[in-house]
């Protein structure tokens, strides 16, 4: 289990559990396109390496309320330098 998960503090970096869960999950979809890692790799799984960018703030969400199609909020992804 990848510690990180267990505390509460990388669900309030990014604002609460579904939030989490979307950013993991776009952020897995961009890894496995072709996307490079923001954080070195050391035989680490894709998904230890969304935890580590999130941890290192490296990673933040962005939602976009205006999307005209559905009217819901989709989240970005923003990487920080």
Do not use: W, Y
């Given at each position: ?45 894709d998904l ?22 559905t009217g ?5 992804l923003t990487?920080?330098?």
């Amino acid at each position: 289990m990848i510690e990180a998960l267990k505390s509460d503090e990388i669900i309030n970096k990014v604002g609460g559990r579904f939030k989490l869960c979307a950013l993991i999950q776009r952020r897995l979809v961009q890894l496995m396109d072709g996307a490079r890692p923001m954080v070195e790799r050391n035989g680490r799984s894709d998904l230890e390496l969304v935890i580590q960018e999130i941890m290192e703030d490296r990673l933040k969400p962005e939602f976009d309320l205006s999307d005209p199609e559905t009217g819901a909020a989709m989240p970005e992804l923003t990487a920080r330098e």
